[in-house]
């Protein structure tokens, strides 16, 4: 059984990072895709990032280019999400998700639809 446990969330001021974790037991992330999607109160599940483990393509949304950085480790069986220069615009709840079968490429949005593994969620709050 595949599952996923995200970490990392908290509290930080406008400007301020945050790094998330996602790990994953039950399988390896060999040939997944991994991802970080977000929610925030009143609005639609936003993917934020994608990772192909199998070619190494990567999604970021307009919104987070720049700031966002997805990464893995595959020791640890781990993809993070080093979040920069937060934003009042950025706070949600972050979930991490997998999908097979699914390669990410820049400027190709992705869906919550693709992906069938998720985690719990990990709150992000941005305030002063």
């Known amino acids: 059984q595949v599952q996923l446990v995200e970490s990392g969330g908290g509290l930080v001021e406008p400007g301020g990072s945050l790094r998330l974790s996602c790990t994953v037991s039950?399988?390896?992330?060999?040939?997944?895709?991994s991802a970080w999607f977000r929610q925030a109160p009143g609005k639609k599940r936003e993917g934020v990032s994608c990772?192909?483990?199998?070619?190494?393509?990567?999604y970021y949304a307009d919104s987070v280019k720049g700031r966002f950085t997805i990464s893995r480790d595959n020791a640890k069986n781990t993809v993070y999400l080093q979040m920069n220069s937060l934003e009042p615009e950025d706070p949600a709840v972050y979930y991490c998700?997998?999908?097979?079968?699914?390669?990410?490429?820049?400027?190709?949005?992705?869906?919550?639809?693709?992906?069938?593994?998720w985690g719990q969620g990990t709150q992000v709050t941005v305030s002063s």
């Open positions: 998700a997998l999908a097979t079968m699914l390669w990410c490429e820049d400027n190709s949005p992705i869906s919550q639809s693709d992906f069938g593994f």
């Open positions: 039950g399988s390896t992330m060999d040939g997944y895709a």
């Open positions: 990772f192909s483990h199998s070619d190494g393509g990567i």
